[in-house]
């Protein structure tokens, strides 16, 4: 998990640029792009903790494997499912409430069995060692959404 503890440092980190946006870059301000990824991770987090093992059937999937292999989303191509875009109020003290919660909740993925998965919308269904590539890839796909929306 150390991968995802720094990037979470790093989320930490930008909590003081919340309320900083730019159309340019992103029509949702930083506190969204923080909030978002920390739904995603506790989201993802609580699937897998709650998956079947014997429900995972592997099966070939292009997209899958082209993030994975080369780790970068690319921007402006899929919209965040209505359960993981950030709703109300997200201010300075609820993100550094989720963010405590969330280093909290990845920690329990250091005890799931490697047989555990994650049911993507796009890359189907992936065991816990990618689901957890996924995480950090999608995580650092906002940071850098993040940085170029502090940037201005």
Not at 18 to 32: G, M
Not at 53 to 61: H, L, S, V
Not at 100 to 122: A, G, V, W
Request: charged share 25%; glycine share 2%.
């Amino acid at each position: 998990m150390n991968n995802l503890d720094k990037l979470l440092n790093q989320l930490e980190r930008k909590i003081s640029f919340c309320e900083t946006s730019n159309q340019d870059i992103s029509q949702a301000n930083v506190a969204w792009h923080i909030e978002h990824s920390l739904l995603t991770l506790n989201g993802i987090t609580d699937f897998l903790i709650k998956s079947d093992t014997k429900d995972y059937k592997w099966k070939f999937n292009f997209v899958r494997i082209v993030v994975l292999t080369m780790k970068k989303i690319p921007r402006g191509r899929a919209k965040a499912p209505k359960v993981l875009q950030p709703q109300g109020n997200i201010n300075k003290n609820t993100l550094v409430t989720h963010l405590s919660m969330t280093r909290n909740k990845i920690k329990e993925l250091e005890s799931l069995s490697k047989d555990k998965y994650f049911q993507h919308p796009f890359f189907g269904k992936i065991k816990l060692k990618q689901t957890i590539t996924f995480l950090e890839i999608h995580t650092k796909h906002h940071i850098d959404i993040i940085e170029d929306i502090i940037k201005k």
